[in-house]
T-cell receptor, first 115, second 108 residues
C-alpha cells in the first residue's frame, strides 16, 4: 500500500461549523504533514508530526487544530473558519522527518469551501 | 529572497519538442532535491529525485549544480500528457520548500 488517503474529497462548511479532515497512511511512515494550497500557488506547510508528536506549527491560526491519534492517522479539526481559508488541504507522509531522499507522498487532498 | 525560485512559464511547446527549465535554491545546506508534477486541481506527485551526478528516467533528465545552487529538468520528445505544472522541491533540515511551479503546455 503506497497511498495516502484523505477524506472527504470535497467539503463545504459555514463559518460557524465544526468539521474534521482525515488522513490515513499504511506505509509505516513516521512523519505526517498538513499543507494548504491556494489556486496557482505552491503548497504551504501548516503542521508536521514526527513520531506522533507535533514538531512544527507554521504559526497557523488556532481555528485549525491538528491531531495525530496514532502513527497511521492524522486529523485536522476546523472551527470558525473564514472564507479565505477555502483551499485544497493536502496531507503528506514520509518515512521520517527531515531530509529524506524519497521525498513525500501526498494524498489527493480535500477541497474545502467556506461559505 | 525566496528559498526556491522557478520560472513560472508557461512553456508552450509542440509535441515531440524538448523543453527544459531550471530552479534555484538559496540554502546551500540543502540535502535532497525533487521534481514533482501537479496536474490541475490534483495533488503533487513525485516525478523524480535529483541526484548529484544527474539522473534520467525515460524522457526526463534532472541535473543538480551545487556550486550554482540550481537544479534543472529536461523533457525530451514531449507528449500531450506532459502538460502540467512542475514543482521544484528542496528538502532542508526539517521541511520541504516548494517552488511556485513551472507550467508546461504541450500542444498537438
Amino acid at each position: 500500500d503506497t497511498e495516502v488517503t484523505q477524506t472527504p474529497k470535497h467539503l463545504v462548511m459555514g463559518m460557524t461549523n465544526k468539521k474534521s479532515l482525515k488522513c490515513e497512511q499504511h506505509m509505516g511512515h513516521r512523519a505526517m504533514y498538513w499543507y494548504k494550497q491556494k489556486a496557482k500557488k505552491p503548497p504551504e506547510l501548516m503542521f508536521v508530526y514526527s513520531y506522533e508528536k507535533l514538531s512544527i506549527n507554521e504559526s497557523v491560526p488556532s481555528r485549525f487544530s491538528p491531531e495525530c491519534p496514532n502513527s497511521s492517522l492524522l486529523n485536522l479539526h476546523l472551527h470558525a473558519l473564514q472564507p479565505e481559508d477555502s483551499a485544497l488541504y493536502l496531507c503528506a507522509s514520509s518515512q521520517d522527518g527531515g531530509a529524506h531522499p524519497l521525498g513525500y507522498t501526498f494524498g489527493s487532498g480535500t477541497r474545502l469551501t467556506v461559505v | 529572497r525566496k528559498e526556491v525560485e522557478q520560472d513560472p512559464g508557461p512553456f508552450n511547446v509542440p509535441e515531440g519538442a524538448t523543453v527544459a527549465f531550471n530552479c534555484t535554491y538559496s540554502n546551500s545546506a540543502s540535502q535532497s532535491f525533487f521534481w514533482y508534477r501537479q496536474d490541475c486541481r490534483k495533488e503533487p506527485k513525485l516525478l523524480m529525485s535529483v541526484y548529484s551526478s544527474g539522473n534520467e528516467d525515460g524522457r526526463f533528465t534532472a541535473q543538480l549544480n551545487r556550486a550554482s545552487q540550481y537544479i534543472s529538468l529536461l523533457i525530451r520528445d514531449s507528449k500531450l500528457s506532459d502538460s502540467a505544472t512542475y514543482l521544484c522541491v528542496v528538502n532542508g533540515k526539517v521541511k520541504l520548500s516548494f517552488g511556485a511551479g513551472t507550467t508546461v503546455t504541450v500542444r498537438a
